[in-house]
């Protein structure tokens, strides 16, 4: 069964950091699509970032620049740093991963089959 813990959320002000983090058990990180997405209030699940099966690595526009997406094989866990916050990044931020076989881009919710729990970003101006 695959389980993932997200952490490292919380109140910050703009132009600020954070680092998230995602415990993974039951499959390896480096073996599987992992990817971030979030979830503003009354808004769709968005794609943020993503290492594909292979190790490519994806970002959404808004986040390129700001934001890194990488991942710890000895401690299994998949990170986002996340420089220069603004105000629009507030939201649950979630980690997920997903099938090898899927023909489904992995900047999509429909490619994971699994999630975390989520953790909250919250950036004051």
């Known amino acids: 069964q695959v389980q993932l813990i997200e952490s490292g959320g919380g109140l910050v002000q703009a132009g600020d950091s954070l680092r998230l983090s995602c415990a993974v058990s039951?499959?390896?990180?480096?073996?599987?699509?992992m990817g971030w997405f979030r979830q503003a209030p009354g808004r769709e699940r968005e794609f943020v970032a993503a290492?594909?099966?292979?190790?490519?690595?994806y970002y959404a526009d808004s986040v390129k620049d700001r934001f890194t997406i990488s991942r710890d094989n000895a401690k299994n866990t998949v990170s986002l740093q996340m420089n220069t916050l603004t105000p629009e990044d507030t939201a649950v931020y979630y980690c997920?991963?997903?099938?090898?076989?899927?023909?489904?881009?992995?900047?999509?919710?429909?490619?994971?089959?699994?999630w975390g729990q989520g953790t909250q970003v919250t950036v004051s101006s």
């Open positions: 039951g499959r390896t990180v480096n073996d599987w699509p």
């Open positions: 290492f594909s099966f292979v190790g490519n690595t």
């Open positions: 997920a991963t997903g099938s090898r076989l899927s023909t489904m881009p992995v900047t999509t919710t429909r490619r994971y089959n699994a």
